[in-house]
């Protein structure tokens, strides 16, 4: 904690906060789906500008783009976090960059649900975390083929493993830490809070699941 003890802490950790928001707020998916003439992709489908929803074009190679973009915002963000402001600069940078994609202010503060971003930040933060959220990811859609369900389970199944590590994990490991098991818990429930309308309808029996088509909604 001597990091944030000193006078210019806070002002570096909201100089990071900021530019992990701008990078975070780069809508790929409206950017990609635009150029390729696919038009509006917030009226397709959800509606939302994240890589399942651009799957539902029908096309898997913008769909892996965006998921790509998405994900190296993150990463990226965390890197020069850390670089300018070292382990809590990668922290801050990392929640800014999360929640640029779930709130740009370029789109009303109407983003995505965020998960993409999200494995970004934690694989920059700590590979173990990162890895095996995406692994978690992979199985659990392969299983049962929802891609929101995957993305419920893996983040939190992740943030217990966090937890897990910074409690009992090895002290020389330093993001697998008690702040960082407490971003990635901030960066769960935001993840959650986001799916609220998927959660209900994967109560309901009426989630669509991955791969499905969706047609335009205006």
């Not at 992990?20 to 397709?44: E, H, M």
């Not at 994900?71 to 890197?79: H, I, Q, S």
């Not at 493993?161 to 090895?170: D, E, K, R, S, Y």
Request: include cysteine; glycine fraction near 14%; charged fraction near 10%.
């Amino acid at each position: 904690m001597t990091e944030l003890a000193s006078a210019n802490a806070w002002p570096m950790l909201l100089a990071m906060l900021a530019v992990g928001y701008l990078l975070g707020s780069l809508p790929f998916g409206l950017i990609v789906t635009r150029l390729a003439s696919l038009g509006d992709i917030r009226k397709i489908g959800s509606g939302n500008i994240g890589a399942t929803n651009v799957l539902r074009t029908g096309n898997k190679k913008l769909a892996a783009a965006t998921l790509l973009l998405d994900g190296l915002k993150g990463f990226v963000a965390v890197l020069i976090g850390g670089y300018a402001g070292g382990f809590y600069g990668g922290l801050a940078a990392g929640l800014g960059a999360v929640l640029g994609h779930l709130f740009p202010v370029w789109l009303g503060f109407r983003g995505g649900k965020g998960m993409a971003t999200a494995l970004g930040v934690l694989l920059g933060l700590s590979w173990v975390i990162g890895v095996l959220a995406c692994l978690l990811w992979l199985l659990i859609a392969a299983l049962f083929r929802y891609s929101s369900l995957a993305t419920l389970l893996a983040i939190a199944l992740a943030t217990v493993a966090a937890w897990i590590l910074a409690i009992f994990g090895p002290p020389v490991w330093t993001y697998s830490s008690p702040p960082f098991a407490i971003l990635a818990t901030v960066l769960t429930v935001l993840v959650w809070a986001k799916h609220h309308e998927n959660i209900a309808r994967l109560l309901r029996g009426s989630e669509p699941k991955i791969g499905a088509v969706a047609r335009s909604t205006s």
